[in-house]
């Protein structure tokens, strides 16, 4: 099993930038796909982002494409998430996952692997 911790969240403004980072240990993530989801109060947990390892190929809800940048660095077993233009509305706990059953996984019962979630709060 890989365990999975994200940091990088905080209280910001809107129009602001935010990296988030998930940084793997007990496993490589080389065999797996990395997603990285995100839950508001109230709300079902979705889908923003996510990148296979071992393609690097990227792929992003469309409700997120051109704002968030999903990325690996493979010395450092982690991976990136970039939010540029924050809005109030991307205001949730985000959360990084890994699955090695499916490549471009987007569903949460796909993802096995969970971290224990980063806030971002975004002010107006």
């Known amino acids: 099993q890989v365990q999975l911790v994200e940091s990088g969240g905080g209280l910001v403004q809107a129009g602001a930038s935010l990296r988030l980072s998930c940084a793997a240990s007990?496993?490589?993530?080389?065999?797996?796909?990395v997603g990285w989801f995100r839950q508001a109060p109230g709300k079902e947990r979705e889908f923003v982002a996510g990148?296979?390892?071992?393609?690097?190929?990227?792929y992003y809800a469309d409700s997120v494409k051109g704002r968030f940048t999903i990325s690996r660095d493979n010395a450092r077993n982690t991976v990136y998430l970039q939010i540029d233009s924050l809005k109030p509305e991307d205001t949730a706990v985000y959360y990084c996952?890994?699955?090695?059953?499916?490549?471009?996984?987007?569903?949460?019962?796909?993802?096995?692997?969970w971290g224990q979630g980063t806030q971002v709060t975004v002010s107006s």
């Open positions: 996952a890994a699955t090695s059953s499916t490549y471009y996984a987007r569903s949460p019962q796909a993802f096995s692997s």
């Open positions: 007990g496993r490589t993530l080389s065999s797996r796909t």
């Open positions: 990148i296979p390892w071992s393609s690097g190929s990227t």
